[in-house]
């Protein structure tokens, strides 16, 4: 399997933790990936409306770079990217009129897509192809002691034939957990929305959710928690600020990406971290639970 | 809420096009209401799920035109995956919003967004915000 890797716009600046994290990581586990080359914005969501190919073309076309690039697969981080490009790519794939008007349309591009490349998330490809025994003898810092509540939110899991795991109840970020030797929280509101891009124009309801999601997080006795997408991790992390001016009470709690426990777990530096880039510091539980 | 029902209202283009750009056949819905029950958006909509679908039954453009609920709708896609019916309930909110923006009625004016406001969100916040508010 040749694995392009496409990293999507948000983890080049603001989720710079979620690649350098997985880089380290995927280093130590042996697997190769490739960045891919002249990579495009893959429009972060799907349109949803049955006449709409024009916002197809921008998913398609890093489908066709993963091909030049000779990959028969592409590897996203975001759950975004993923549900975005998975969705364009069994549309193109179900419909060939559809897939010929955008070939078509797209006809200064050297090749045209013939529906012959994978899109994969990390969590999937770790689950199918890497053994537990695999991940579990590179540990050099297992994370003992620690409770990780993991968070899928939306795009991972729905719809029911996208996603990577079961919308209601899924368990590939809490069977890597246990891998990596954390201790995987179950609570109520592991797929509950964030509010996704409603932060930009009503943040308040991404307030009430960050709110409902952490407080149950936390009174279940969650030391961090997991998510796998900038988004989630903007709306969960750094709207915290404004939850602990609307509800005093609020217990804060660090987010962190799954693949930042994979480093520090593989034995990966600080530096590949980049715990600067987040609003809960998550050193203080880090350091108390003796993973850093 | 003073709603009136009329044959020709149910017979509209509005619901037809509605049906046409979600690819949903709406009187599938027998309003059973789990889309609400499991919609995360409910405390600021004026519309439950259900409610809508009712309405796009009924013809009501009105009252879908003017509702706050499309634009408080996250595309979750909760009320997709639990529908017992299998009704993509998101695909008809997205359709409603759609009518609205490619007649330039955007939600979110970003010329009138200022910098700092721009600058607050990550990249993927405000590319789906866009894709979702605007036209």
């Keep these: 399997m040749k694995l392009s890797y496409y990293p999507g716009c948000t983890l080049k600046n603001q989720a710079k933790n979620f690649e350098d994290s997985t880089l380290c990581a995927l280093k130590r586990l042996d697997i190769e990936v490739e960045e891919l080359s002249r990579w495009n914005c ?73 529906g012959d490349v994978k899109v994969l998330h990390l969590l999937e490809i770790l689950r199918d192809n890497v053994k537990p025994e695999t991940i579990q003898a590179k540990i050099v810092k297992p994370l003992k002691d620690l409770k ?49 891009y409603q932060t930009v124009d009503n943040p308040d309801m991404v307030v009430d959710r960050t709110f409902k999601i952490l407080s149950s997080a936390t009174s279940r006795g969650a030391d961090v928690i997991a998510v796998s997408c900038p988004l989630c991790a ?59 | 809420m003073r709603i009136s029902i009329s044959r020709e209202k ?62 408080v709708c996250a595309s979750c896609l909760t009320c997709n995956v639990r529908c017992p019916k299998g009704i993509n309930i998101a695909e008809v909110l997205e359709a409603i919003r759609q009518i609205l923006l490619r007649h330039r009625e955007d939600r979110v004016k970003i010329e009138d967004m200022t910098t700092e406001e721009k600058c607050s969100v990550p990249p993927i916040a405000l590319v789906s915000n866009f894709r979702k508010s605007t036209s």
């Excluded at chain 1, 957990?177 to 797929?191: H, I, K, N, Q, W």
């Design chain 1, 42 to 114: 893959c429009g972060t969501v799907y349109s949803l409306t049955t006449d709409d190919l024009m916002h197809h073309l921008a998913p398609i076309r890093n489908l066709i770079r993963a091909k030049e690039a000779g990959s028969d697969s592409m590897m996203t981080l975001c759950a975004m990217c993923y549900n975005t490009l998975k969705r364009a790519n069994e549309r193109v794939k179900a419909e060939p009129e559809d897939l010929e008007k955008i070939n078509n349309f797209m006809y200064r591009e050297e090749i045209d897509y013939q």
């Design chain 1, 148 to 196: 990780v509540a993991n968070y899928y939110g939306c795009m991972l899991v729905r719809p029911k034939d996208i996603g990577l795991d079961d919308p209601e109840n899924p368990t590939v970020m809490e069977n890597l957990v246990s891998d990596l030797g954390a201790e995987p929280l179950d609570f109520p509101y592991r797929t509950e929305c964030c509010g996704s």
């Design chain 1, 234 to 292: 903007f709306n969960l992390d750094h709207r915290q600020r404004e939850t602990i001016k609307k509800h005093p009470e609020f217990k804060t709690i660090p987010i962190l990406y799954f693949t930042q426990l994979m480093a520090i777990a593989l034995g990966c530096g600080i530096d590949d971290l980049r715990l600067d880039l987040h609003y809960v510091d998550p050193k203080p539980i880090l350091k108390e639970k003796g993973c850093i």
């Design chain 2, 10 to 71: 149910i017979h509209n283009s509005f619901v037809e096009k509605v049906q046409e750009l979600s690819g949903q056949n709406l009187l599938d819905c027998y309003q059973c209401g789990k889309c609400s029950a499991g919609c995360p958006s409910v405390a600021q909509m004026d519309l439950l799920p259900n409610q809508i679908i009712r309405f796009a039954q009924l013809g009501l453009e009105e009252e879908l035109r003017n509702c706050q609920s499309i634009w």
